[in-house]
């Protein structure tokens, strides 16, 4: 089992820059490919970014890229993502998933744990 706890969402005007955390507790954290993931609105959950357990390997949405950067500290078992140049458009709840199995994923159905998620507005 694996328990996952978001914090660091809010709101923010456009331009602007959050950092969420996602604290990890249950099972050996170096062992656990970790992804980001929102759903805004009327729409489905997609894939923000992932990182493999040993953090050397990066994925990255599109839509992302460039102004989102994801990392690791195992020591403080904690996955970030640092957002800058926010948009409206990534006004979303933003959850966290661990994936037991692969080094990281950009697919939804790989992951196996999740957390609640945070509330990110962006206000333009």
């Known amino acids: 089992q694996v328990q996952l706890v978001e914090s660091g969402g809010g709101l923010v005007q456009a331009g602007g820059s959050l950092r969420l955390s996602c604290a990890a507790s249950?099972?050996?954290?170096?062992?656990?490919?970790l992804g980001w993931f929102r759903q805004a609105p009327g729409k489905e959950r997609e894939f923000v970014a992932a990182i493999s357990w040993t953090g050397r390997t990066t994925y990255y949405a599109n839509s992302v890229k460039g102004r989102f950067t994801i990392s690791r500290d195992n020591a403080k078992n904690t996955v970030y993502l640092q957002m800058n140049s926010l948009k409206s458009e990534d006004t979303a709840v933003y959850s966290c998933?661990?994936?037991?199995?692969?080094?990281?994923?950009?697919?939804?159905?790989?992951?196996?744990?999740w957390g609640q998620g945070t509330q990110v507005t962006v206000s333009s």
């Open positions: 998933a661990a994936d037991l199995s692969t080094s990281g994923s950009t697919k939804e159905s790989q992951y196996d744990y």
């Open positions: 249950g099972r050996t954290f170096s062992t656990l490919a």
